[in-house]
């Protein structure tokens, strides 16, 4: 019997037959979805099975998370920057610095990462015809000088050596190089770099370094809000970090683990640790004959140039390589700031194009070499910034998802060290690690953070001032309250609760900071359904009630998920 598939038509529309055929698409892609979830044990942006055990609002941090301690820059988001140290202190006497005077020839001398040393020539009359150029071994005085021939690339044979151009016997240019490329490679792992910039904290960096913030901030850096020092004493903190006064060597451990080490800065550490590699004679080269009085180079670069071109260099070379380095910035004055976040942002730029950030993690932090306590508040808060490698990113999603929650949480020089432990070894397990959940339990004592560097508030029930004061001033923070809630359309009904709690913390100057916060529950209609929130709100006063000012939009606080409002 013949089958006619227009007598059925009625039976079966096309459009039913696309109807039935999106069903069964609609169903299988939702037991598909369901499948991966299930096999799949961590979820980078959602933390699947791997939620926080506790979320935390502005005044949960301080009561739970950082033993009642402020925020340092979300508390303090409008305040005048002279308070803070931001501003050069015009009171000072400054040693202001002429500027450096580039040699054209720095444009022209190539040294690749692979080792080859290059003149470069355009043309024939954009070098001097009797101008001969030679590189040498610069800690060997004795060294035959090798010529060195426009547009033919030299393989560089020492680790050190300077390039110099004389005409008529006189020494026109010269420039130290180091060449990285000499350094063996050590392949089946990815390297560690830590580089650490002088004299800025956290809010500093925040505020006045902007090209290299918004650089990590678009290429992935995580930034730690609250990386408290552990000792008063900065150079005996910078020790702690590095493992070197707490017999955790970090050197000694990368090397135990099969990482070269290496290591460019201060000669006062250099001495304490032992490395495969460093910049010692470099430097001391430089310090004896290259540099003058304004930290200019004889080739006409700023020092600071200099040292962060080596370390581009260095990145480099040992991008495929299994290193383990730390590498220091030396103190630039204050009015240079801006200088060095160019200089910073270049040097980021260039690590981006080469692909540095693959098998490398890089972490950006601050070191003072004072042996006296720390004055400034906000110098207890040192800059911290963590790029994981591409491939750690890849491999380590629970690791990643734990460590953005804790540098939002209470952290310390005692947790960067463990950081650098686990990251040497992942197999060495610590209590400390930022890539576990950190517990909010925790305070300054039990993190072992000194009491001169712990930045904590008072916190009481009541505000000290008259009782009738102190209830219309409420009354009045509470209608604020109340009414920027209620200009949302989804809320139905928002009741604030018969609780406060009062801060004071003197900032060690003339102003004290003093605030309240208020909490309540709004009742909201969304898009699935009814729900009650949590809503908090920070606000700070004068004395006597005099005026306050609202710093954060209310939080609200959803599962694993916390929207927090802009400042204002």
């Known amino acids: 019997m013949s089958f006619n598939l227009r007598k059925h038509q009625s039976i079966l529309p096309s459009s039913m037959i696309l109807m039935f055929l999106c069903f069964f698409l609609l169903i299988f892609s939702v037991i598909m979805s369901h499948f991966s979830i299930e096999i799949k044990e961590f979820d980078k942006d959602g933390g699947i099975k791997y939620k926080p055990e506790f979320v935390y609002s502005l005044v949960e941090t301080r009561e739970l998370l950082t033993n009642v301690c402020k925020l340092p820059y979300i508390f303090f988001p409008n305040e005048d920057e002279d308070v803070f140290g931001l501003t050069p202190d015009k009171s000072k006497q400054h040693i202001v610095r002429g500027e450096c005077k580039i040699n054209e020839l720095n444009e022209k001398v190539d040294l690749s990462s692979d080792g080859y040393l290059t003149l470069r020539s355009k043309n024939t009359n954009d070098l001097p015809s009797d101008i001969r150029c030679t590189f040498y071994k ?53 390297s560690i770099a830590i580089i650490f910039l002088p004299a800025i904290n956290h809010k500093l960096f925040m505020k006045k370094m902007p090209l290299s913030k918004h650089f990590m901030q678009d290429n992935q850096f995580r930034f730690a809000q609250f990386m408290s020092k552990n000792e008063p004493n900065s150079m005996q903190d910078l020790l702690l970090q590095l493992g070197i006064s707490n017999k955790i060597n970090m050197f000694r451990k990368a090397k135990q683990n099969n990482f070269t080490t290496f290591f460019s800065g201060p000669q006062q550490i250099r001495y304490m640790i032992d490395v495969d590699y460093d910049t010692l004679d470099h430097q001391n080269f430089i310090t004896q004959f290259l540099i003058d009085g304004n930290l200019c180079l004889k080739n006409g670069k700023k020092l600071v140039n200099d040292q962060l071109e080596k370390i581009g260099a260095f990145l480099t070379s040992t991008a495929d390589s299994k290193v383990f380095s730390a590498m220091f910035i030396d103190e630039y004055d204050e009015y240079r700031r801006q200088s060095i976040d160019q200089d910073l942002k270049k040097m980021l730029d260039l690590l981006k194009e080469s692909n540095i950030f693959e098998n490398t993690t890089l972490i950006i932090t601050s070191y003072d070499l004072s042996t006296k306590d720390i004055e400034n508040e906000n110098d207890k808060y040192p800059m911290f910034a963590f790029r994981p490698s591409n491939q750690f990113i890849e491999n380590n999603n629970q690791k990643l998802y734990f460590m953005n929650m804790n540098f939002n949480r209470l952290l310390s020089s005692t947790n960067f060290n463990q ?113 009650t929130l949590l809503l908090k709100k920070m606000f700070t006063f004068k004395p006597e009630f005099a005026s306050f000012n609202s710093f954060d939009t209310a939080r609200v606080v959803v599962g694993y998920e916390v929207n927090i409002g802009i400042a204002r």
């Open 138 to 190: 610069n800690s060997g005085p004795n060294e035959h000088p090798i010529k060195v021939e426009k547009n033919v690339p030299v393989k560089v044979p020492f680790y050190n050596f300077a390039f110099a151009c004389e005409r008529n016997g006189i020494v026109e240019f010269l420039k130290p190089f180091v060449n990285f490329a000499s350094i063996p490679k050590k392949s089946n792992g990815g």
């Open 419 to 531: 950081m650098l432990v686990e990251l040497i070894n992942p197999k060495e397990k610590s209590s400390k690690s930022v890539f576990i959940a950190q517990p909010t339990s925790r305070n300054c004592t039990s993190e072992g953070i000194s009491e001169n560097i712990c930045l904590c508030m008072n916190m009481s029930t009541s505000s000290g001032y008259p009782e009738k004061g102190e209830k219309n001033f409420l009354q009045t923070l509470r209608t604020r309250f109340t009414q920027e809630v209620k200009t949302h359309k989804c809320v139905r009904s928002f009741e604030l609760e018969d609780y406060k709690i009062f801060y004071e913390y003197s900032i060690g100057t003339s102003k004290e900071v003093r605030g309240v916060e208020l909490t309540g529950f709004v009742n909201i209609i969304s898009s699935r359904g009814k729900k």
